[in-house]
């Protein structure tokens, strides 16, 4: 069995396990899980994640297209992945259900399971998006970490820990919503693009 494949079998057997009642389904990691270029982590799946079974589609599979338009990389050279891999929801005052950022107890039940992930796929780079991604792996604000590479400790658990180069976005979605970070995140696109064009194919590293 691959061992990607194993991974999403346990980690369902151990949030099933954990909600015997039910929860929503899990959304797993999509794209090319061998060795891709970039790893992109996100927060968590929202609706349409969890109606399609993948990351990024619907209104934030938008964001991604525009983010590969700008760094240059097609959706197959990647793999796409959530910290938290259920969608975190509430009631909104109108009853209805929307989306709510994913809160500490589970960031911390996926974030070993999120190591598993990036240890078997193996990124030569990871992107995170936004504050929940990045502090998987660094305590330190998006706000100061943006558009620079910095290094990961990838710990899972019972395996060796390594390291992998980071480059830390603004989520996109927090760009639609606050404007004035439209200009800083291009330009933070345009850094990692110019970093990604000057490595050289034989390097494994960026
Ligand atoms: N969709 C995802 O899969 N992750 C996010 O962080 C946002 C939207």
């Known amino acids: 069995m691959h061992p990607l494949v194993r991974f999403q079998q346990e980690c369902t057997a151990f949030f099933q396990a954990l909600s015997p009642e039910g929860q929503c389904p899990l959304v797993f990691?999509?794209?090319?899980?061998?060795?891709?270029?970039?790893?992109?982590?996100?927060?968590?799946?929202?609706e349409q994640e969890t109606l399609q079974g993948k990351p990024f589609v619907g209104k934030a599979g938008k964001n991604l297209t525009a983010f590969l338009e700008a760094v240059g990389l097609e959706r197959e050279q990647l793999y796409v992945s959530n910290v938290?891999?259920?969608?975190?929801?509430?009631?909104?005052?109108?009853?209805?259900?929307?989306?709510?950022?994913?809160?500490?107890?589970?960031?911390?039940?996926?974030?070993?399971?999120?190591?598993?992930?990036?240890?078997?796929?193996?990124?030569?780079?990871?992107?995170t998006l936004g504050n929940v991604a990045l502090q998987a792996f660094i305590q330190d604000t998006v706000g100061h970490?943006?558009?620079?590479?910095?290094?990961?400790?990838?710990?899972?658990?019972?395996?060796?820990?390594?390291?992998?180069?980071?480059?830390?976005?603004?989520?996109?979605?927090?760009?639609?919503?606050?404007?004035?970070?439209?200009?800083?995140?291009?330009?933070?696109?345009?850094?990692?693009?110019?970093?990604?064009r000057a490595r050289s194919p034989e390097k494994s590293d960026i």
């Open 29 to 46: 990691g999509d794209g090319l899980s061998e060795n891709p270029v970039l790893m992109l982590i996100g927060e968590a799946p929202g």
């Open 84 to 127: 938290v891999k259920i969608r975190p929801t509430k009631q909104s005052a109108s009853g209805g259900t929307v989306n709510r950022p994913p809160n500490a107890e589970e960031k911390a039940l996926f974030t070993p399971w999120l190591m598993r992930e990036i240890a078997i796929v193996r990124p030569c780079a990871l992107v």
């Open 145 to 196: 970490l943006h558009g620079q590479w910095s290094r990961a400790v990838i710990a899972p658990p019972e395996a060796q820990a390594f390291t992998l180069p980071l480059f830390a976005l603004y989520h996109p979605a927090s760009v639609i919503y606050n404007r004035s970070l439209t200009e800083v995140y291009q330009n933070d696109l345009t850094i990692l693009r110019d970093s990604l």
